[in-house]
């Protein structure tokens, strides 16, 4: 063996271990899924557009419900039973607790 060969492949073992846990970390972040909601419902979930409702104002438990209910087809929209099926259920209480953070005022 080279000198140095076990120092090299342990970065790289290191490198293996930690990237993915930072994957992970990130898909369950809510502030990061929330991104590609505010395209439509406005940053911090305060839509400008009068078609799209807000979503700051409302309770994690609302937006988790409605958000379940596109996902399974009970409830119809127009865009948002395709979104709604991108996310697993830890991923939709992330997003939700995300704007339920912020208050009504933002979306008025
Ligand atoms: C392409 C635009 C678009 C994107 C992106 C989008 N939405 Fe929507 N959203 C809508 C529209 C339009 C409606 C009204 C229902 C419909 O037509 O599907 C809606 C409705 C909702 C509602 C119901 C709100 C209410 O009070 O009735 C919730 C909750 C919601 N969206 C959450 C989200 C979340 C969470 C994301 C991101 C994961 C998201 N939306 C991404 C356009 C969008």
């Known amino acids: 063996m080279r ?7 342990f ?3 290191l490198i293996c271990v930690a990237i993915p846990s930072i994957a992970i970390s990130q898909s369950i972040n ?22 799209i409702p807000p979503l700051a104002g409302q309770t994690t438990d609302e937006l ?4 379940l ?14 979104v709604a099926r991108a996310y697993n259920e830890e991923e939709i209480r992330a997003i939700a607790e995300y704007f339920a953070s912020f208050p009504k005022e933002n979306s008025e």
């Open 3 to 9: 000198p140095g060969f076990a120092g090299v492949s």
């Open 30 to 51: 809510g502030a990061v899924i929330a991104n590609t909601c505010a395209g439509c419902h406005g940053t911090y979930g305060a839509s400008v557009d009068t078609k």
């Open 64 to 67: 988790v419900s409605t958000m």
């Open 11 to 13: 970065s790289t073992f």
């Open 69 to 82: 209910a596109y996902r399974d087809g009970s409830r119809k929209g127009t865009i948002m039973n395709r």
